[in-house]
């Protein structure tokens, strides 16, 4: 999902239409992904990077260059998000908690220390390579059937209603995977709200 248009008008100055219509008097259709962000960052006065590639990514999805969910590396992303009725430490202590992580970790227990590996119910491995206490949680996780690897975040941000809960899944194959991840985390969502 991309960032509301507010957000956006606020980081920016520009709504997306905006954005993209400038995009096109640029000419912008006929150059790639590098050359669009580029153009973002110098003549668009665009200073953050996160921004000149969220511009560009969205330019590129409104033009039917981009996939749902793909990114400029080729590879798939998916995000999904619920809302806990409770406060941010709360929900913390929530989704690390035994209960918790037997459904989004598929059984296996939060790693607490960067590098910490640790392994699921079906064998997939996750390697915690980040972590910041009461915000976000950052693994790469090892299929057990094909070797393959993914990250994925789970962060927490408190709202008007509690907590949200932002499950994050990149570096997927292809968009097949990333419809078949897309359920996979909405069912995790639904759980995690059911123990609440």
Known sequence: MPPSDEAV????????????AYLREK???????????NLLATDGE???TWWQQSITVEFEKSIGRRELGKTSDGSFQVGVRTTLPV???????????????????NGAKVPTEPGETVTDAEGHTYELRSVKPGEKIRLRHTDAETGETSTMQVSLEANKSGTSVNFHHEGLADAGEREHKKEHWRTVADKILGIV
């Open 46 to 48: 665009v200073e953050s």
């Open 27 to 37: 000419g912008a259709m006929e150059l790639d992904h590098k050359a669009i962000v």
């Open 9 to 20: 008008l606020k980081a920016t100055g520009q709504s997306w239409d905006q954005w993209f």
């Open 87 to 105: 406060d941010p430490d709360e929900a913390w202590k929530l989704m690390t908690s035994p209960a918790a992580a037997a459904i989004w970790l």
